[in-house]
């Protein structure tokens, strides 16, 4: 059974990081890409970040692109998003994503692409 389970939310204040984990077991993901997205209240899910199987590549929404960044560890099976400069829009419930199939960079993101997601992890930020 595939399992996702994220942590390292919480509640911060404006102008502040924190780091999210996204830990994997059940399958190994190398060989897919995996992502992050948000939902805050009243809003649909939407894509914040997407790393590559090899790292090689990454891709960030706009809005938090130069302020976010997102790596992976596959000798862990674990997919980090490290987030600075939070404002707080960023507010909102956090997932991490991966697929069923491999070689699907090119839908990276759009929700419907993945298969597996994890129970999400609330993100807080103060004004």
């Known amino acids: 059974q595939v399992q996702l389970v994220e942590s390292g939310g919480g509640l911060v204040q404006a102008g502040g990081s924190l780091r999210l984990s996204c830990a994997a077991s059940?399958?190994?993901?190398?060989?897919?890409?995996m992502g992050w997205f948000r939902q805050a209240p009243g809003k649909e899910r939407e894509f914040v970040a997407a790393?590559?199987?090899?790292?090689?590549?990454?891709d960030y929404a706009v809005s938090v692109k130069g302020r976010f960044t997102i790596s992976r560890d596959d000798a862990k099976n674990t997919v980090y998003l490290q987030m600075n400069s939070l404002k707080p829009e960023d507010t909102a419930v956090y997932y991490c994503?991966?697929?069923?199939?491999?070689?699907?960079?090119?839908?990276?993101?759009?929700?419907?692409?993945?298969?597996?997601w994890g129970q999400g992890t609330q993100v807080t930020v103060s004004s």
């Open positions: 059940g399958r190994t993901f190398s060989g897919v890409h």
């Open positions: 994503a991966a697929p069923r199939l491999a070689r699907t960079w090119a839908r990276r993101r759009e929700v419907s692409a993945y298969g597996y």
């Open positions: 790393i590559s199987w090899i790292a090689g590549s990454t």
